[in-house]
């Protein structure tokens, strides 16, 4: 496996991620960054930030699938949500633990979260890029 996932001593250890990202292997795949779109172009989730959540890494697990990786390559999430407050994170968490089950993984590498006025699409409320490294 190319990437292994650590929470070195001295920081603390947060269930939603893994603090670093040590990556060997030989291929950098950038994802770009995946909003609740389905295969047609289409809004999945309209207004829901967790069924959005839920499809941004759906849609990140679909792209990684096409280049022969999977969520254990990613080396590093960054992850933006229109308008976040911390008050929001039990849905953003709700989304994941779908995605998680639909997956059959979760996805805990290096993440940042960043709140931001307004994506590409007025009815997109979140946004994951991922960057993974391929053996």
Known sequence: MAI???NPSG???IDAYRQVSVATGSKLVFIAGQVAWDADGVTVGAGDLAAQVERC???VG???????A???DVAKLTVSVVD???DKMPLFEQGLARAAARLGT????PAT??????????????????????D
Not at 106 to 109: A, K, L, Q, S
Not at 113 to 134: C, F, K, N, S
């Open 4 to 6: 292994t996932l650590v």
């Open 11 to 13: 920081l603390p250890e």
């Open 57 to 59: 890494y759906l849609n």
């Open 62 to 68: 679909t792209a990684l699938a096409g280049v022969g």
């Open 70 to 72: 999977s969520f254990a």
């Open 84 to 86: 976040w407050t911390p």
């Open 106 to 109: 979760t996805p805990v590498p």
């Open 113 to 134: 979260l960043l709140g931001v006025a307004a994506l590409d699409v007025p009815e997109h409320l979140v946004e994951i890029e991922a960057v993974a490294v391929v």
